[in-house]
């Protein structure tokens, strides 16, 4: 139930769970429970999850909160950068369970550990034209629903392309080189299409860090 008078969600805490009696490190207002919310939509679109799982999630995501808030301190980071943070580790958390099930139904296993870095935060600076740390996780979260809109085969051919070059991703699957370019041209427009530039140049993989900004300009895709 939220407070009228201060816009906090109360709720009946354990003892040592209870938050601070500090307004500035009061975990569970309106802009946590909009960035929960939030990032429950989008594991919710890119999982497909039920009704109840979106409810554990949110729960799950609020004590996340309340017990690392037991850890905040003001004069070393901004209280919405350290919400942010906590959610965004709880998320790898959940895309960590999602991908061990991947893996066990996949034909070419994935651990989660082979892309995890591709997910971790990073300390981009916005004021020297970099994505900030929010703007990253959004892109990696919607680079992920991107994926779930293609074929089955190119969901998992995009995911290889994470972490193997297309080389290696072509001998995996036991298809030509210059058929796995127009596999890439294929999976490039669908991406370009929803908006995104991810195919990242020097690494020749499909990045989620990569610069969503650009146009893709004169760069031919390969059909």
Request: hydrophobic share 35%.
């Amino acid at each position: 139930m939220t407070d009228p008078r201060t816009g906090v969600l109360q709720m009946a805490l354990p003892t040592n769970l209870t938050p601070s009696s500090n307004p500035t490190t009061q975990p569970i207002d309106d802009y946590a429970m909009a960035r929960i919310d939030f990032r429950v939509q989008k594991l919710r679109f890119q999982f497909d999850l039920s009704d109840e799982d979106q409810e554990d999630v949110r729960n799950d995501m609020v004590i996340e909160l309340l017990t690392a808030f037991r850890r905040f301190n003001p004069s070393l980071a901004k209280r919405e950068t350290f919400i942010n943070r906590v959610l965004d580790r709880y998320v790898l958390y959940v895309m960590r369970q999602r991908c061990t099930q991947l893996r066990h139904a996949s034909d070419t296993p994935l651990s989660f550990d082979e892309v995890a870095s591709e997910f971790q935060p990073t300390g981009n600076d916005p004021r020297q034209g970099q994505l900030s740390e929010q703007d990253l996780s959004t892109l990696r979260l919607d680079m992920q629903s991107a994926i779930t809109r293609l074929s089955k085969r190119d969901q998992h051919i995009a995911r290889l392309l994470m972490v193997y070059s297309p080389s290696e991703v072509a001998d995996r699957i036991g298809v030509h080189r210059c058929s796995m370019s127009r596999i890439i041209g294929r999976i490039r427009e669908r991406f370009i299409k929803a908006g995104m530039e991810v195919w990242n140049e020097e690494r020749n993989t499909f990045a989620p860090t990569a610069d969503v900004e650009s146009e893709p300009g004169n760069k031919e895709v390969t059909q």
